[in-house]
């Protein structure tokens, strides 16, 4: 079974770092684009990040770029996502999402459960 | 960057009626357009890429069109289990922006 699991979420305070992860099953996870997105409570859905196949490339949303890292290990299936300098506006949970396909960018079809974060 | 808008933001339909959001972009994104359905309390999940392809799973009562800036998501005829909040989200190029939502419920 195709499977994400976040964890690593938690309470902190601002100005704060937390590194979330995502372990991935069930796919050929070194094939494929792998995103981070997040929903603060009672609002929609912000894209924050995305890192190619092998971790060449990374993408940013603005309001996380110079604060979050995106950077994977194909060896362990595992996705992270180190955020720094943390603002009560990053509280969310956060979703890791698999790209559909394992070529350009893609609709995301695989999510996790989420993990929440939270900046108080 | 690329915005993303939705309308209406809200929408109350009987069942069976045939339901219609609609997603704009304000540049040209191509069929780089998918839909999600997020059911109160659960994950997103997707159910049309492409802009008008179907999921494996969904039901064919869901559908999709549109190319370029307007695109539109409908419901054949409504659901119970279909209540939950809808985005499109572009994904060429960075950021994949999703638009704002679309919450439809029974009337």
């Known amino acids: 079974e195709v499977q994400l699991l976040e964890s690593g979420g938690g309470l902190v305070q601002p100005g704060w770092s937390l590194r979330v992860s995502c372990a991935a099953s069930g796919f050929t996870f070194s094939s494929y684009t792998m995103n981070w997105v997040r929903q603060a409570p009672g609002k929609g859905l912000e894209w924050a990040s995305a890192?190619?196949?092998?971790?060449?490339?990374?993408n940013y949303a603005d309001s996380v770029k110079g604060r979050f890292t995106i950077s994977r290990d194909n060896s362990k299936n595992t996705v992270f996502l180190q955020m720094n300098s943390l603002r009560a506006e990053d509280t969310a949970v956060y979703y890791c999402a698999k790209d559909l396909g394992s070529g350009p960018p893609d609709a995301l079809d695989i999510w996790g459960q989420g993990t929440m974060v939270t900046v108080s | 960057d690329i915005q993303m808008t939705q309308s209406p933001s809200s929408l109350s339909a009987s069942v069976g009626d045939r339901v219609t959001i609609t997603c704009r972009a304000s540049?040209?994104?191509?069929?780089?357009l998918a839909w999600y359905q997020q059911k109160l309390g659960t994950v997103p999940k997707l159910l049309i890429y492409?802009?008008?392809t179907l999921q494996s799973g969904v039901p064919s009562r869901f559908s999709g069109s549109g190319s370029g800036t307007d695109f539109t998501l409908t419901i054949s005829s409504l659901q119970p289990e279909d209540v939950a909040t809808y985005y499109c989200q572009k994904y060429n190029g960075t950021p994949r922006t999703f638009g704002p939502g679309t919450k439809v419920d029974i009337k």
């Open positions: 890192i190619s196949s092998h971790g060449a490339y990374t």
């Open positions: 540049q040209d994104i191509a069929n780089s």
């Open positions: 492409g802009a008008s």
